[in-house]
């Protein structure tokens, strides 16, 4: 077998029914300590952002609230970064599912159906301010995607959060006219509810943000294999509801959830609320350092920053991606592709699949049978 040039970018190999760390091998790159000491440091967030295709208005504002944070200047404006950030994650999140899922899934791999349908969806429409598109996305989420009201779709997932959405696509395709996706949800239903992936979440409200960054200065391995209290975590859509639904009692991880936790936060983000709904900030963290943090698509992003004494060009950066966190080689995701061992082998290669688009990397993935 020819295997495929690694990309620039690296990309994340998974090996169904091998124990940990083998389960999981990444090739992405660490490009920092080459790009960034000795830069000045306001070339740095525009520089993030290219480097970080994927999700790159959350790198160019963590970058932002880093170096601030480092030079002891309050944020700026919280509420715009906060309002970027939702229109941000919601195309994302959008793209990810109307686009990604479909290429990555179906069986004969076409997305052609989706793209054509996110030609309409008001976030790309770029002769509206950010307000107006966000403000128009839930009529196209009831018309192209949910046949309910968003508001309706989430009072009957908020009451039944393991059922509803199993029943929303039986019933859709039952009696109504089912789109793309719920075309693709009851084709990989069956599989996703079956795979469990029972993990410890990465919660924002709940972490000691001095210490984390403590943690990426002292070690230069933490990044790539990051932990939290010597343990490793996931973080998302959905690890992070247990902040954003307080209230909601915690649930046994499937990959069924966790794809709809996904659909479930684009309705969110959607709603008069969305600005609320995903964790920023800084802080300092001594002479010339700053730790900054947001919620992105794929989870929690971090960048960590020294600058000189000037507080002009960087010594050192660091940035921990959501990626490094789920795609850990001894975390949620590597147990559960561990325990695909017994897996009949015609169905480990779909079940791998849908485990990788569950916990979502930011690089391609590939599939390697032991």
Same mark, same amino acid.
């Given at each position: ?17 091998? #124990? ?189 943000? #001095? ?126 592709? #561990? ?30 049978? #032991?």
């Amino acid at each position: 077998m020819t295997l495929a040039p690694e990309p620039l970018a690296g990309r994340m190999h998974l090996r169904p029914g091998v #124990a940990p760390p083998a389960a999981i091998h990444s090739t992405r790159p660490d490009l920092l300590p080459r790009l960034a000491p000795g830069r000045r440091a306001g070339e740095m967030p525009a520089l993030l952002g290219a480097v970080f295709t994927l999700c790159a208005a959350a790198h160019r504002l963590t970058a932002i609230a880093a170096i601030r944070a480092a030079r002891g200047e309050p944020a700026d404006d919280p509420a715009a970064a906060a309002q970027t950030l939702r229109l941000a994650t919601a195309r994302e999140q959008i793209l990810r599912i109307g686009h990604d899922w479909p290429r990555l899934l179906r069986q004969d791999g076409r997305s052609d159906e989706g793209a054509l349908l996110l030609r309409t969806c008001p976030l790309w429409r770029d002769d509206l301010p950010p307000a107006d598109r966000l403000e128009a996305l839930p009529v196209w989420l009831a018309h192209k995607w949910l046949g309910h009201t968003p508001a309706d779709w989430l009072q009957r997932h908020d009451a039944d959060p393991t059922g509803w959405a199993t029943r929303w696509v039986e019933q859709t395709v039952r009696f109504g006219t089912p789109g793309a996706l719920v075309r693709l949800l009851h084709q990989i239903g069956p599989a996703a509810r079956t795979l469990a992936t029972p993990g410890r979440s990465l919660r924002p409200a709940a972490t000691d943000w #001095a210490l984390l960054g403590q943690a990426m200065a002292d070690d230069p391995a933490f990044c790539a294999r990051p932990h939290w209290h010597g343990q490793p975590a996931d973080t998302g859509p959905w690890s992070r509801r247990a902040d954003v639904d307080a209230s909601t009692p915690p649930l046994d991880g499937t990959v069924w959830l966790r794809l709809v936790a996904r659909l479930v936060e684009v309705l969110r983000l959607g709603a008069p609320d969305g600005a609320d709904r995903l964790d920023h900030g800084a802080c300092a963290l001594g002479r010339g350092a700053g730790l900054a943090w947001c919620e992105t698509a794929r989870g929690l992003l971090v960048h960590r920053v020294q600058l000189d004494a000037d507080g002009q060009r960087v010594q050192a950066w660091q940035v921990l991606a959501p990626t490094e966190w789920n795609f850990h080689p001894a975390g949620t995701l590597a147990h559960a592709l #561990a325990a695909l061992r017994d897996t009949d082998p015609a169905q480990r290669d779909a079940a791998a699949r849908l485990l990788s688009v569950a916990f979502d990397p930011c690089v391609e993935f590939e599939v390697r049978h #032991a």
